[in-house]
Protein backbone atom coordinates (compact mmCIF):
# COMPACT_ATOMS: atom_id res chain seq x y z
CA UNK A 1 0.00 0.00 0.00
CA UNK A 2 3.01 2.02 0.75
CA UNK A 3 3.34 2.50 -3.18
CA UNK A 4 -0.11 3.86 -3.67
CA UNK A 5 -0.13 7.39 -2.93
CA UNK A 6 -3.36 8.58 -3.15
CA UNK A 7 -2.75 11.99 -3.12
CA UNK A 8 -0.69 12.11 -6.46
CA UNK A 9 -2.63 13.06 -9.13
CA UNK A 10 -5.40 14.78 -7.07
CA UNK A 11 -6.28 18.58 -8.04
CA UNK A 12 -7.15 20.87 -6.27
CA UNK A 13 -10.30 22.60 -5.53
CA UNK A 14 -8.87 26.05 -7.84
CA UNK A 15 -7.76 23.24 -10.59
CA UNK A 16 -10.99 21.82 -10.64
CA UNK A 17 -12.94 24.93 -10.61
CA UNK A 18 -10.84 26.48 -14.01
CA UNK A 19 -11.70 23.42 -15.27
CA UNK A 20 -15.18 23.36 -15.25
CA UNK A 21 -14.57 27.04 -16.02
CA UNK A 22 -12.89 25.76 -19.48
CA UNK A 23 -15.79 22.98 -19.79
CA UNK A 24 -18.42 25.85 -19.86
CA UNK A 25 -16.34 27.98 -22.16
CA UNK A 26 -16.51 30.57 -19.51
CA UNK A 27 -13.11 32.98 -19.84
CA UNK A 28 -10.61 32.04 -16.88
CA UNK A 29 -9.86 34.45 -13.95
CA UNK A 30 -6.96 37.22 -14.95
CA UNK A 31 -3.96 36.55 -13.14
CA UNK A 32 -2.67 39.65 -12.93
CA UNK A 33 -0.37 41.38 -10.45
CA UNK A 34 -0.83 45.21 -8.98
CA UNK A 35 2.05 47.36 -8.12
CA UNK A 36 2.22 48.66 -4.69
CA UNK A 37 1.03 52.18 -5.49
CA UNK A 38 -2.43 50.68 -7.25
CA UNK A 39 -3.02 48.35 -4.26
CA UNK A 40 -2.85 51.87 -2.06
CA UNK A 41 -4.94 53.79 -4.55
CA UNK A 42 -7.64 50.63 -4.75
CA UNK A 43 -7.68 50.31 -0.81
CA UNK A 44 -8.14 54.20 -0.46
CA UNK A 45 -10.98 54.10 -3.35
CA UNK A 46 -13.01 51.39 -1.16
CA UNK A 47 -11.96 53.22 2.18
CA UNK A 48 -13.60 56.51 0.56
CA UNK A 49 -16.78 54.21 -1.14
CA UNK A 50 -17.11 52.85 2.47
CA UNK A 51 -16.81 56.30 3.85
CA UNK A 52 -19.58 57.58 1.41
CA UNK A 53 -22.00 54.89 2.24
CA UNK A 54 -21.58 55.52 6.18
CA UNK A 55 -22.15 59.02 5.84
CA UNK A 56 -25.25 57.78 3.41
CA UNK A 57 -26.72 55.50 6.15
CA UNK A 58 -26.32 57.51 8.70
CA UNK A 59 -28.26 60.68 7.09
CA UNK A 60 -30.90 58.14 6.41
CA UNK A 61 -31.38 57.20 9.70
CA UNK A 62 -31.45 60.19 11.06
CA UNK A 63 -34.40 61.14 8.50
CA UNK A 64 -35.89 58.28 9.27
CA UNK A 65 -36.44 59.33 12.57
CA UNK A 66 -38.09 62.44 11.52
CA UNK A 67 -40.07 61.33 8.91
CA UNK A 68 -43.54 60.20 10.20
CA UNK A 69 -45.55 60.06 6.73
CA UNK A 70 -45.34 56.30 5.96
CA UNK A 71 -45.48 58.01 1.90
CA UNK A 72 -42.24 59.91 3.11
CA UNK A 73 -40.78 57.33 4.46
CA UNK A 74 -40.90 55.37 1.11
CA UNK A 75 -40.17 58.20 -1.13
CA UNK A 76 -36.83 58.20 1.66
CA UNK A 77 -36.36 54.45 1.18
CA UNK A 78 -36.62 54.83 -2.09
CA UNK A 79 -33.64 57.45 -2.42
CA UNK A 80 -31.22 55.29 0.07
CA UNK A 81 -31.86 52.62 -2.01
CA UNK A 82 -30.74 54.14 -5.30
CA UNK A 83 -28.19 56.48 -3.70
CA UNK A 84 -26.76 53.33 -2.27
CA UNK A 85 -26.38 51.65 -5.50
CA UNK A 86 -25.08 54.72 -7.21
CA UNK A 87 -22.16 55.19 -5.09
CA UNK A 88 -21.31 50.96 -4.60
CA UNK A 89 -21.38 51.61 -9.15
CA UNK A 90 -18.98 54.13 -8.42
CA UNK A 91 -16.74 52.79 -6.01
CA UNK A 92 -16.24 49.46 -8.03
CA UNK A 93 -16.12 51.37 -11.51
CA UNK A 94 -13.19 53.27 -10.02
CA UNK A 95 -11.35 50.00 -8.71
CA UNK A 96 -11.56 48.81 -12.02
CA UNK A 97 -10.18 51.50 -13.85
CA UNK A 98 -7.15 51.62 -11.16
CA UNK A 99 -6.79 47.84 -12.40
CA UNK A 100 -6.69 48.41 -15.88
CA UNK A 101 -4.22 50.95 -15.04
CA UNK A 102 -6.57 53.75 -15.95
CA UNK A 103 -5.75 55.71 -12.91
Known amino acids: MAGHDKSRGMKSAYELALERLDAQGIERPREERLSEETKR???EARKLTESKLAELDILHRDKMKR?????????QEEYYRLEKERLT?????AVERLRAGGG
Open 41 to 43: AIA
Open 67 to 75: LEDPTQRGE
Open 89 to 93: REGET
